[in-house]
């Protein structure tokens, strides 16, 4: 498998005096099992919140507190020295006050310094109380530091905050927070999809053949809530469409625009009334194939069941969707197959009107469904193609992504697409 993109990269997580800063040491412990080299910065308040000595233990490096700036034994500048270790800073919890500080330039505090003596991408999440969130002069600030090259802003989201109020104020999971860092890690900071608005699909389709039993597939909806996030985290607006999910975090959903469905026929209407405002759609989405010819709103008995069971096609929502685009908007399919068949992707690729298609070979040891990883081949109408190893599916939408961020802005499609003929 290649490397995950935080295996042995250099991320200084620094937090600041916020509640929300006792999420930081799983943060940390997920970034060093993932392979980073991590140091922490704590802000004076934020000392009160979050033991620095289980920052220490989980990130095997000493915490760095505001004290030990002004200690004579330092050789160099704490500051500098933090800021030009490295590659990424991360801050989490981001408060009113040191938000305040970043976007005037205040360099009063090891924190604040050590910011604005980085050149590195900077991931920055804000978390407060709601009121404080919407005063004006935090929105001025934080409006002010989202100009900043290579930032990375990752918003609050809403729910229960410690001051007993629902809102938006909370600091995403860290399993989400995860995630920005692999996208900032991946892109160096930069939003390359800043601009695009994105409607994705994901997850299987149950069709059901009485109340209580349906067809469908084991798809866990993994790659396509990924391709989402990803999208989003590089600065789409991404809309996503999904049917039933399973093994995939409840915290990648929070920043999307989501609207769930159970059926073919409601997933192709979601779809479809989405698809005008949008520049690209990604169809990672395991249509069931097939729905049954017979159906009862109540529960058949067992014996009552039809046998054998008459089956209808589902329509072929990609190619349907394909059918009714623009030639400023393009489609990316995927095709799970059991083999490595670039022959039959190529002709699902052209037969549907599609502009790439991602083939991934679920017959192969270790890859598959849910959270196994995934891997195969981006295939163009031309035929001309790019691999994708086998990889964890957030690094491999992340690679996808990569593959195409030049690609997506201002697309022209060179010929009409087939159903158009
Ligand atoms: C219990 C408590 C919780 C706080 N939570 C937040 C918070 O979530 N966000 C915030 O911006 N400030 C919060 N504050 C206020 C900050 O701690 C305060 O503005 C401080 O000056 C921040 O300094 P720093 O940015 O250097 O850590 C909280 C204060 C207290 C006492």
Redesign the pocket.
């Known amino acids: 498998m290649p490397a995950d993109p935080l295996v042995g990269r250099r991320i200084l997580v620094a937090a ?5 800063a006792v999420k930081l040491p799983q943060l940390v412990s997920s970034l060093v099992q993932h392979g980073a080299q991590v140091r922490c910065v704590l ?4 000392e009160h919140f979050v033991s620095p000595l289980a920052l220490a233990s989980l990130s095997r490096q000493p915490c760095n507190l505001e004290a030990h700036q002004w200690d004579p034994c330092q050789p160099r500048p704490l500051h500098i020295a933090l800021a030009e270790w490295a590659e990424l800073v991360v801050v989490a ?1 981001l ?4 938000l305040a500080r970043l976007a005037h330039g205040l360099a009063d ?1 090891l ?1 604040s310094s050590t910011i604005l003596a980085s050149r590195a991408p900077l991931l920055a999440a804000p ?3 709601t009121a ?1 969130w919407d005063a004006p002069a935090v929105r001025a600030n934080w409006q002010a530091l989202c100009h900043w090259p290579r930032l990375l802003p990752m918003v609050p989201t809403r729910g229960l905050l410690a001051c007993d109020s629902r809102g938006i104020g909370r600091l995403p999971d860290p399993e989400l927070l995860l995630q920005g860092v692999r996208a900032a890690l991946t892109t160096g900071g930069v939003t390359d999809l800043q601009g695009l608005r994105i409607l994705c699909s994901a997850g299987p389709t149950w069709e059901f053949l009485d109340s209580v039993r349906c067809l469908t597939n084991p798809s866990s909806g993994r790659m396509g809530v990924a391709m989402a996030l990803m999208a989003c985290l590089r600065g789409a607006a991404v809309q996503l469409v999904h049917g039933p999910l399973s093994n995939v975090p409840a915290s990648w959903l929070d920043p999307l625009d989501t609207c769930s469905v159970v059926s073919a026929t409601e997933m192709g209407a979601e779809l479809a009334h989405r698809l005008p405002h949008v520049h690209g759609l990604v169809m990672a989405a395991a249509v069931a194939d097939h729905s049954p010819g017979v159906t009862n709103a109540m529960k058949w008995p067992k014996d009552a069941l039809p046998n054998p069971l008459p089956l209808q096609g589902t329509p072929d929502l990609a190619a349907d969707l394909a059918a009714r685009m623009r030639g400023d908007q393009w489609v990316l399919g995927f095709a799970a197959e059991h083999e490595l068949d670039r022959a039959r992707a190529l002709e699902k690729l052209r037969r549907k009107g599609l502009d790439w298609i991602v083939l991934n070979p679920i017959g192969l040891a270790g890859r598959g469904f849910g959270n196994r990883p995934n891997g195969g081949v981006l295939l163009r109408a031309d035929g001309e193609e790019q691999g994708l190893a086998c990889q964890d599916k957030i690094t491999m939408a992340g690679a996808i992504w990569s593959a195409l961020a030049g690609e997506v802005h201002r697309f022209q499609r060179s010929g009409p697409r087939p159903n158009l003929t």
């Not at 408060?95 to 040191?98: G, I, K, Q």
């Open positions: 600041c005096g916020s509640i929300a802000s004076p308040r934020a919890p408060s009113a006050t040191t505090t924190l978390a407060m109380n404080m």
